[in-house]
Nanobody, 115 residues
Framework: VQLVEFGGDLVQPGGSLRLSCAAS????????MSWYRQAPGKGREWVAT????????NFADSVKGRFTISRDNDKNRVDLQMNSLKPEDTAVYFC?????????WGQGTQITVSS
């Protein structure tokens, strides 16, 4: 299993950013995919999960209404669209899959929200 995130950047408060995660090594369309984040000095926080088909998704209260998650099962990719970004969204963002009862993570991509 390999997960590679990209799209991290420095963005101003109120701005938008789209993260992507490229997955390989498993049958992507058979698994729900998630995004997590870890802010400096804090534990890893769940952000969002999208179902295998992409028809349903769940979000942490902290991002609900601002973030959306989508997937392309033909391209083995899951995206996180982040709008109305706040300084408290600053973190390293990871995509994750629970494959055969083991959680796999990418290396993460840094988002910094600052003016």
């Amino acid at each position: 299993v390999q997960l590679v995130e990209f799209g991290g950047d420095l963005v101003q408060p109120g701005g938008s950013l789209r993260l992507s995660c490229a997955a390989s090594g498993f049958t992507f369309s058979d698994y729900a995919m998630s995004w997590y984040r870890q802010a400096p000095g804090k534990g890893r926080e769940w952000v969002a999960t999208i179902s295998m088909t992409g028809r349903s998704a769940n979000f942490a209260d902290s991002v609900k209404g601002r973030f959306t998650i989508s997937r392309d099962n033909d391209k083995n990719r899951v995206d996180l669209q982040m709008n109305s970004l706040k300084p408290e969204d600053t973190a390293v963002y990871f995509c994750s899959v629970r494959y055969r009862q083991v959680d796999y993570w990418g290396q993460g991509t840094q988002i910094t929200v600052s003016s």
